[in-house]
């Protein structure tokens, strides 16, 4: 059996056998309470086929999707109104959007991105024909419906879960999105699904409010292609910023220390604020501590961050766990940098692009202010 490539997405071109599996009537639930997990199929291309979906640790509590020796297996994932779920994450697309082949990331958070729906439905294993509940797309959430779930190389033999929108016709060469079929394997006792007369599941057309004060737009915007001239990969961008107003920074300021764990970049319009914590590290409200734009990139420096934030307009800029840039207009004042050097150590990560740069923690942000026209742009001081 051979592939057949259409629109970039390796898809099969003949099937092997005639099936004798009989597909029952009826519209399934979207909710599967039960646990489960993830496998994906795709039989011409046998390095994906039958794998499993794992959950691999990010910055600020969010979960990469990986398949392949990267990240934990998991075996507690549920289905909630068609919304892929562990705990109170929920698989969104919203990550890391790649200009080359217009595919987006998808990943697991709190926060309110645009989710991933999905509508299952029954289905025949390719190599035993037994039935079985796979996961089609509905489509991204307050975006067009349809499109596909790939999956595409990524690092240590890996492969990154990504959506692949409806129309698209753009080919990366060099990192092929695989489309893969999602099943539902239980994990004890078979899954809560059944069949009913609902209608299936279908986009939502509301807003997706987020955990924080901020509400998401129906509507997303795709940042340009990175700022270095690396061939990695932006995200896509929020429309809105956080409703809440940051604290005043410190009047004092001084030139950068070369003993403080931080990286100065005045010569650069910005100034350093501290070490600001994500979500993780404080008692508020879930969300990003700045939720504007996200840059991601294994060549990521603090002049980068500087650059693709500023680029956009953003007040803000930061970096974190070496190879992420944040951007916005504003934060909550519970996230406002202390100004102690013990405060400092939390942000002690070398960057991803720069071993002798400094660029945030795990959970924790090196934050920076942009300076205004004429303004002495200085850092803060730490005592």
């Known amino acids: 059996m051979q592939p057949?490539?259409?629109?970039?997405?390796?898809?099969?071109?003949?099937?092997?056998?005639?099936?004798?599996?009989?597909?029952?009537?009826?519209?399934?639930?979207?909710?599967?309470?039960?646990?489960?997990?993830?496998?994906?199929?795709?039989?011409?291309?046998?390095?994906?086929?039958?794998?499993?979906?794992?959950?691999?640790?990010?910055?600020?509590?969010?979960?990469?999707?990986?398949i392949?020796?990267?990240?934990?297996?998991?075996?507690?994932?549920?289905?909630?109104?068609?919304?892929?779920g562990r705990g109170v994450l929920n698989a969104v697309i919203n990550g890391e959007y790649s200009d080359i082949d217009s595919t987006t990331k998808m990943f697991m958070t709190e926060r309110?991105?645009?989710?991933?729906?999905?509508?299952?439905?029954?289905g025949c294993n390719p190599d035993t024909d037994a039935l079985q509940i796979e996961l089609p797309l509905v489509g991204r959430q307050n975006d067009q419906a349809g499109g596909w779930i790939c999956v595409r190389p990524a690092f240590e033999n890996s492969h990154e879960f990504?959506?692949?929108?409806?129309?698209?016709?753009?080919?990366?060469?060099?990192?092929?999105c695989i489309k893969v079929t999602l099943?539902?394997?239980?994990?004890?006792?078979?899954?809560?699904?059944?069949?009913?007369?609902?209608?299936?599941t279908t986009l939502s057309t509301s807003t997706v409010s987020s955990s924080?004060?901020?509400?998401?737009?129906?509507?997303?915007?795709?940042?340009?292609?990175s700022p270095s001239s690396s061939s990695t990969t932006t995200t896509r961008t929020s429309t809105s910023t956080s409703t809440s107003t940051s604290t005043s920074t410190s009047s004092a300021a001084t030139s950068t220390s070369t003993v403080l764990p931080y990286t100065d970049m005045t010569a650069h319009g910005f100034a350093f604020l501290g070490c600001a914590p994500e979500e993780r590290r404080v008692a508020d409200a879930p969300g990003r501590?700045?939720?504007?734009?996200?840059?991601?990139?294994?060549?990521?420096?603090n002049e980068i961050c500087m650059d693709f934030c500023g680029a956009r307009g953003f007040l803000y800029a930061g970096t974190e766990w070496r190879r992420e840039c944040w951007c916005g207009n504003s934060f909550a004042p519970t996230r406002q940098p202390a100004i102690t050097l013990a405060s400092l150590a939390n942000c002690n990560y070398r960057c991803a692009g720069d071993s002798t740069q400094y660029c945030g923690g795990d959970a924790w942000l090196s934050l920076y202010k942009k300076c205004g026209a004429g303004a002495p742009c200085v850092n803060a001081v730490f005592t």
Do not use: E, W
């Open 68 to 84: 392949g020796p990267v990240g934990t297996p998991t075996y507690d994932l549920v289905l909630r109104s068609g919304v892929l």
């Open 4 to 66: 057949k490539l259409i629109s970039g997405v390796l898809t099969l071109s003949a099937v092997a056998v005639a099936s004798a599996c009989t597909i029952p009537g009826g519209t399934l639930s979207n909710t599967i309470t039960t646990p489960f997990r993830v496998q994906v199929q795709n039989a011409s291309y046998p390095q994906v086929h039958n794998l499993f979906m794992n959950l691999l640790a990010a910055g600020g509590g969010d979960q990469h999707l990986f």
């Open 162 to 176: 990504r959506y692949y929108p409806p129309g698209n016709t753009k080919v990366d060469p060099n990192r092929t």
């Open 212 to 225: 924080r004060s901020s509400t998401l737009s129906t509507t997303t915007t795709t940042t340009s292609p």
């Open 112 to 122: 309110g991105d645009p989710r991933a729906i999905y509508a299952p439905a029954y």
């Open 289 to 301: 501590t700045l939720s504007g734009a996200l840059y991601a990139a294994d060549t990521l420096t």
């Open 183 to 200: 099943v539902v394997i239980p994990v004890s006792g078979g899954t809560s699904i059944s069949t009913s007369s609902a209608p299936p």
